[in-house]
Each structure stands twice: as C-alpha cells, then as structure tokens.
C-alpha cells in the first residue's frame, strides 16, 4: 500500500544487541518507509521488544546502524531527547503516570519537554482524548480506567509529541477481548491517517489487515518478511509455518 | 484496575476516603489516642502523687505534691516546647539536607553516588550523642557573615547537630522511596524526552511522597524524643528545666511525678504520631 514513499524514515542495519553474552538480536536489518505500518511478529524472547527500544534509543545497541529520520541512533553524541522527540512509544503495561489525570498525562511532556504554550497544549490534549473516544474521562486518574482506556490516554500521550514515528509495544497483550478492540481501532486509525507505525503484536488478524510489511522473528534474527497476505498465508521457512500454525 | 504490586499507585476514589470501613476508622482522632490510654496514663501520675504525698509526710508545713507539681508545670511545659521547636528545626534542616543528599544517592555520576553513600553511612550509623558533641565543639559560636558578627547559640548548634543523622535517614528514605517506582515510569518518562531532573521531580518524587511519609514520620518521632539529649550538653530545654525545678524544690519525693509529667508531655506528643503513621502505612499499603 503505502511502501515505497520516499525515503525510509527508519534504516536498520546489521543490528547486534546483546545482554551480557546473550545476543538478543544479531544481524538485523530493515527499512520502513514514512506512512507505513511494520508488525513484527514471534514467539516470546525473539528480541522483538528489545528492538523497537533500539529504536528509541532506551537500549543501547552494540554494533550495527539504526538511523530515524538522518538521526544516527549509536551515534555517541546522539541527542537522545531530539530522537525521543521524534518517536512515540506505547507500552503493554501502558505505564501511564498514576498520580496525574489523563488530561494532565497527555499535557505534561508538550508543556515540559516542547516548552509549548499551556492553553495551545490544553486545547490539543482535548481533541486528543476526543480522538481516542475518551471525552468526559479527562479528569479521571489512570486507576479509575479501564486497562484499554488507560492505553488509549497512552496513546493520546504519545501523539501529543507529534512523532514522526510511533512504537507499539504489545500494546494489546494485557487487555481483554473487548477493551482490545478500542485500542486496535484506534491504531488503525492512525494506521490510515499515514502515520508510520511500528508494532510487536501478537494480533495476527490484526496484523493482517493492517500492516503493510510483516517480519517475523525467531531467537532475535529476522527470519523472514513480507506482505501480510504473502507471509500469513504462504510462509516461506519451516519456522514461520511452525509457529503461526501454533498462532492462528 | 491496573494490575500491580504497587497499590500505593492506586489513585482512589474519593469515596474510600471517607468511608466507614475499618481501615479507615483508624485516621479517627479516637483511634489514635484512645481514652483508654489517656486513662492508662492519668492513674501512673496519680499513683506517683499518692506515692509522693505518703512519702512527704511530717512535712505539713509545705505545699501539696499536686500543688508543687502545678506550680511547675508551667515551666516544665515551657522546656519541653522548646524540645518541639527543637525538633522542628531539626527536622527541617536534617529533610532539606536529606532529599539532596538522597537524590546524591542515585545519581549516575558515580563519584557523587558514591561520596553521598559514605556520608550517609558515616551518619547513619554514628551515635547521636557523640555527633552533638561534635558539633558543639566543632562549630564556632560566632560567624562572620558578610561583614557582620552573627552568633550561634548553643540551641542552634544542637539543631545542627541532631539534623545530621536525621539528613542520613531521610537520604535513605528517598533513595528507598525512589527506588520502589516501578523502572517502567523512567521508562515511559525516558521515551516522551523528559530529562533525568525532570522525571525525578515530577514523576518519580510525586509518586514516592506517600510510600515515604511514613518513615518520615517514625524518624520525626524518634528525633523528638532524642532532643533531650541536647540537655546534656548544656541547652536550656525539658529535661534541664525538670532536673532544674527539682533542684530548686529539694524534695526527693518529687522526681518520679515530676519526671513523669515531662514524659507524658512527649508521649502525647509521639504517641499520636507514631498511631498515625501505623495508619498511614496500612492505607498506602506500606510493609514496615
């Protein structure tokens, strides 16, 4: 759909990261054209969310180039800020700040980070939380909402950076069928708005109808990629068959 | 609900707070100082003062033991307010000292880290005693600030001196208390490029306030019972001005009631506090 725009807004290239003598990703490389929407599925410890914080820069990586936007990510004098500026990310466990209002987790970082005017942020904040369905919960605090509502204010929190690129980490994997349904409708939103998205996701339907590229990875190298309807249907490794026959 | 090993996290609805449950009968002023404990304590003073009147026998001549005790209890009340005002001062320097020296803990500059764990050991574990004593003969007893003389009073320097182990406990309390936020607010606080500065003080402390009221409460406790230590070394407070009455009074059979009426002043004073820090702890779920 959406590949091929321009240049790519995410290159990644022989990516190594390891934890102590564990190597969790080896030889990773990949591009991600602007406007496109990246899953990256596999079994549980393939180095999946240890890549999308590469990506960030929450994890340093250990040889190998990852550049966002020009910005080399392992470069030494990297402004980890300007980056973080650039790149929201969503977690599973939404980590939202308990002791402050949805309204007011969505404002804190515009306001402090972005030093923007506090009435312009308000007024963004609002129609953020509008965007996510969330209007009337602007006051409530992260413990009176439900799991998806939380990670909807998560996500609001995030835009309200307006990243260039957002990071979904599994941003579905604590919720319940119901709740999780509010949250992927509103990925996928964001999806057709053209903003580029990066997922972890177990959502295999999900991924299939929203993605534009797959990677599927196993004991953190990629082990294959493509279209979703190539990928998901006609796998081309024995290990993607094995663990999508155990996934679907 | 989020799920998590952090109930403190937990904003609650206002309802709970003003609910009836048991849990929350405990913030009840009853609660905390029970009218059986006030009657506990009103019976030792009284048996001290029939004790003290049986004793006193044979000298009809002078006043009642009730009597020379109400005759001093102004004084006696005056000392151990100014042990409070000691405290309080204490308390302040040692908890102003303390959230710097604690942020000192868990900086990433790994000297600064690592001088602020000697200088919170050293404290920590040095005797009270002696670091008041240290400071009074340490610290001069003039300065001069900008061109003018200013002296420091003994109290002053006492101040000082108990502040000291009360600024390594508070720094543990906040490293501790920082340290019990889940790594996932640095986390998310790390990827909406908040700075280090930032997320401590508008994440990471906000968050830990709760979890180390408590603590901060039993040391404040602790430190007020401990002020009269600066009696020893020559501060006109409490336990002076008692020992002073007695002196001026002569009788033996006034010390026991005497004594005991200084130490139902601090009881009712720390009684409550460390009732409601009980308290406290049981509603933010805080393991002692």
Redesign the interface.
Known sequence: MARALGPPLVVATNVEKRFGSLVVLRDVSFTVARGETVCVIGPSGSGKSTLLRCINALVPIDKGSISVEGVEVNDPDLDKLALRKKVGMVFQQYNLFPHRTALQNVMMAPIHVLKQDRAEVEARARKLLAKVRLEGKEGAYPGELSGGQQQRVAIARSLAMNPSLMLFDEVTAALDPETKKEVLVTIRELAAEGMTCILVSHEMSFAREVADHIYFTDHGVIVEHGPPGELLLHPREARTRAFLDQVL | ???SDLPV?????PALVVGRTGEERSFDCRGILRPRTLALLATALVVSMIAAEAQSQGAASRPGILATLWLWTPVVFGGFLFNLLTSVLSMALGTAAGLLLGLALISLVRPVSRSAWYVTQFFRNAPWLVLLFYCMLLLPFEVLLFGQTVSLPAWLKASVGLALPVMANVAEIVRGGVQSIPD??W??A??????RL?TIR??IL??CLKRMTPPWMNLYAILTMATTLISIVGVQEGLTLTRAALVADGRVELFVPMYLMLLMFFFLYCYPIARWTIALERRFNVKA
């Open positions: 609900m989020i799920r996290l937990l904003a609650r609805p996932t607010q986390q998310a790390d990827s909406l490029a908040f700075t930032q508008m994440i906000p968050q």
